[in-house]
């Protein structure tokens, strides 16, 4: 049976986090972060990754900031997708790459 101490207990421990680790967090301290304009022209990235999450994320934030990319992942589907996005948003400067990390034979061969 839960109690009310318990229930006082654990919604005293998650409201420690839910501002800071929850979105209401991160709308709330962006106001006062500072404007980057980042120029990465002339650097050239490898995005391990590239196609989804953070990877994906980290290929648009180089791309839209001048770098040259080589986003790798394995499906070929999402890393055509990635590509007609890029080109869709007039992005240049992005290649592809099949890989399988987690076969030495895979990443050797690239
Ligand atoms: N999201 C978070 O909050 C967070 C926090 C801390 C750390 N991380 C770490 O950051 C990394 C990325 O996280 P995420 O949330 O962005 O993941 P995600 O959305 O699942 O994206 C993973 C990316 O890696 C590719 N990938 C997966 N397995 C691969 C393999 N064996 N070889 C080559 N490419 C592979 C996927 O494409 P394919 O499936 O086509 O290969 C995809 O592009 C992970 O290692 C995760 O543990 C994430």
Redesign the pocket.
Known sequence: MITVRQIVGAFCFNGRFAVSFSEVGYLARRTSWPKLAPDFRGQYWLV?????????QMVWTALQAGATVTA????PE?LAALGAEASAMGLVGLEVEC????SSRDSAAR
């Open positions: 391990t990754g590239g196609s989804g999450g953070l990877g994906r790798v992942a394995r499906s999402k890989c399988d990390f987690t």
